[in-house]
């Protein structure tokens, strides 16, 4: 029902305007006439001049307030809302079209607000209303069928983004198919090309008055590739806008969903990509299956890293079948890879024809001009090819070199002699082997020569202390060319013997450029295993999902049939990554369409809120007169009081908490346990911490005896401490120290028996206690910190867990056991706990129960989140009461008792 540009919701509650006359009588009424009897006496009072009179009628103005009030307050339930005026030709209806591809994920809510906000305008004329969304569906719905305004906004508040980019050009053919010809059409976009904005923009316009409505994701949006690097891992992000995001972070995740390291990228200047380097140990790198943007909930956002990019796959080539294998040139080299590579033993022409990252051949002499031509190929296309030197590439140096060779080996005792055999040099900056340390106990006794020129430095990798190259290398195309100076084994060096060589060699290998999704024996069909929804969640595959071949895995594009995720083979899982396509931003729009670019939507404007605040003020002003009248409240402060409600009311948004002061929240602290957070001025953090405190409080209220109420926000340079069990602080980004009013503050708390969590939300091993975190708590009485070990009370306090888990899964780090008790609590129970685990998000519920953010583990790891919680908050309160638990076997050996097992099963005669 609409009333000009007013739209109401709810409009059968506006019935309850026909109650007003019945209303407006019945505060007119008056009580009957007083029975009149003579009373003598009252001739005494004759000529006594009355100076109050009590009015037989309630005054007009104050009836007409009254009625205003439960006006507004009838309306109000009414839902009134203030929706832009449509305009243009409205035969046909209106035609909402949505992009749902994953490139709107980030902004869905924005989505979804802009395509309401279109449905309420067409709802104030009462225009027909066609949905149409450009992401392929298994069954699209029909946009020339006409829905009603309430399915078209159930409509848009059930979709989700797809996993796949917009297919503009199928939209635009079901459009035609469909026949449909509207009045209006609304476009929200997500604000990419996809290679077909201009053409459907053209087609929507040529159809009617066409308005778009641009949601483009913010900063960085999509991640585009990720191999390893010689530091771990190199992460390349792009975004959308040169204009958007400077910095972004990159979180590295194991299967479980836990967290192994996070790095930070930066994109400098106007440039549209960066990258990201994480410093992960090859044993933890094998660990991760997936790098994510932090805050960007998209397909794009994610990048799964599957079995042949963990473990690159290396050919030898010409591998000779030797009758001691100890005493080949191939052996070491196998051992230094077997760890970290999926080896295959072939022929040259085999291995330049198979799927390989890199291929290491042995000491050889001059190519044919045919293989010179293959493995130049090779390489343009991205491999690594490695080759080691020894007599026969002394002999025929040929062409196949880094850098052009003496035709003669230096040794010990030979025409370039030596009088001593040489070490490693420290490596030279910008070599991929930099940040390792060279092998003191490793000498060149003999090696292959590069002929001296300027340019040598620039393919040089590694030297001998004399400056002579040990490795070079030559980047051709996407790929590397790769000579170590000396043999594959000890012949020449020791090298082969040193864990300098397992290192040296790992980085080489994987200092190519190759496609990984071909890599490995490729031989089966892939069949989806999990695949990715619109947010970046792994899902079971839809009825749509088909198998790979092992064929087309290299060249397939991310879509209905094919959606991204991971696909299961005889080689183990491959991956298919959303971000394969990544689109370029479109803003070169054509003249026929009206642009909101970056729109805050334009939502329909309730009033209905509005207009009971201003029904309860009116309230409380009749409330006030009234009061005032009976003599029960000084006049002079009526005004005031009426300037008070109104200054409350024109904030109707503001934290309620905000405005308590500190005495306020002392006495509430004092009458009612709460547990506490530290508000840090970034107000989605604290919203999300408060929110997290209070699930926790919830979920304790609900299986404990402890029924905490509502968490404080507290100023810890202000408001007091002693009065919570629990502070939390989460820390955002970019924080600065505490000011010392506040470090001297919390260390009067922690000393007077205080529990202070601090979380980095940014777990990962090697950084569970950043050197940024050092600083931002530098003057906390800290005393030394260890991860809670797997026996203490913390474990066992209320359920048995093994680990502490949030959002993240990282190391909790307590007050180590060795800390003197009397300088602390006083029992032995820690009251410092620093982690990075996110634990907050993960208890963080709405008011309705619901959870506020995603879990990689799903409502299981929620649940594990929600118990360490609680055995938290139980070991802060109760102490180390159940300590004894962790010494019953020690205690009961002592009395010279064993401890109680049951008894054992007999065994069937």
Partial sequence: MTLGPILFLQPLALLGLLALPLLWLLLRATPPEPKRSALPSLALMEGLRATEETPARTPWWLLLLRLLALLLVIVGFAKPTLAPKQTGDQAGGALIVVDDGWTSAERWRDVVRAASAAVDEMAATETSIHLLFTAPRDLPPDPSEAIDFESARQALRSARPAPWTPDRSDAAERLKASGLKPGRVIWVTDGFDHGDADAFARTLSALAQTEVRVTRPKGAFVIASARSSAEGARVEVKRSLATSGDTFDIIAETEEGASLGSARGSF?????????????PPAALNRVARFRIAGSPSAGGVWLWDDAARRPHVGIADARD?????????????????PYSDITERSLADLLKSPVDAIIIGDRGAFSEEELALVTAWIEKGGAFIRFAGPRLAAQPGALTPTPLRPASRALGGALAWETPQKIAPYPAGSPFTGLLPPSDVVVRQQVLAQPSSELPGFTWATLVDGTPLVTAQRIGQGELILFHVTADPDWSDLPYSGAFVEMLRRSVISGGQDRRGAGDLTGALTPLRVLDGFGLLTPPPSSAKPLTAETLASALPGLQTPPGLYSGPAGERALNAGLVTPAAFTNWPPAVTVTEQSIVLERRGLGGWMIA????????????????AGKFARGAIATAILLISVGLSSPEADAQGTKTSDTLAREAASKLRLAYVRTGDSRLDQITSAGLFGLSYQLGERTSVEPDMPHGIDLTRDALEFYPMIYYAVPRDAKPLPPAAVARVNAYLRNGGAFVVDTRDASPGRDVSADLETLLKGIDAPPLQPAPATHVITKSYYLIKSFPGRLNGRLWIEASSVDRNTRRGDGVSGLFIGGSDWAGAWAIDPNGKPLLTMEGGEGAREMAYRFGINLVMYILTGNYKEDQVHVPDLLERLGKQPERPNPRPRPE
């Fill in 268 to 280: 400098e200047g106007g440039s549209l990509t960066a990258d990201a380097l994480f410093s992960i």
């Fill in 322 to 338: 030797e009758a001691q294998p100890l005493l080949s040139e191939h052996y070491y080299v196998r051992k230094a890879l077997q």
């Fill in 614 to 629: 201003l029904a309860l003020a009116i309230f409380a002003a009749d409330l006030l007169i009234a009061l005032s009248f």
